[in-house]
């Protein structure tokens, strides 16, 4: 079970699903750092830029 995961909530297989699927997860690298974590294949490290382009290409976007 991933650091994400509770018996409630499986987080892990949900990104896994949604990347499966097509879906993009980008981690935020400033958060990551405070967190001493890094990125990983499924969720890589992002910078303003990649998030910049993601914002200019899409017409839709889910933040939380």
């Given at each position: 079970?991933?650091?994400l995961?509770?018996?409630?909530?499986?987080?892990?297989?949900?990104?896994?699903?949604?990347?499966?699927?097509?879906?993009?997860?980008?981690?935020?690298?400033?958060?990551?750092?405070?967190?001493?974590?890094?990125?990983?294949?499924?969720?890589?490290?992002?910078?303003?830029?990649?998030?910049?382009?993601?914002?200019?290409?899409?017409?839709?976007?889910?933040?939380?």
């Amino acid at each position: 079970m991933s650091s994400l995961d509770t018996d409630k909530f499986k987080i892990t297989e949900q990104m896994r699903k949604f990347v499966d699927n097509g879906g993009k997860i980008f981690a935020c690298g400033a958060c990551l750092k405070i967190r001493q974590s890094e990125g990983s294949e499924m969720c890589p490290i992002s910078t303003m830029k990649d998030l910049y382009e993601i914002v200019k290409e899409c017409e839709k976007i889910v933040t939380f």
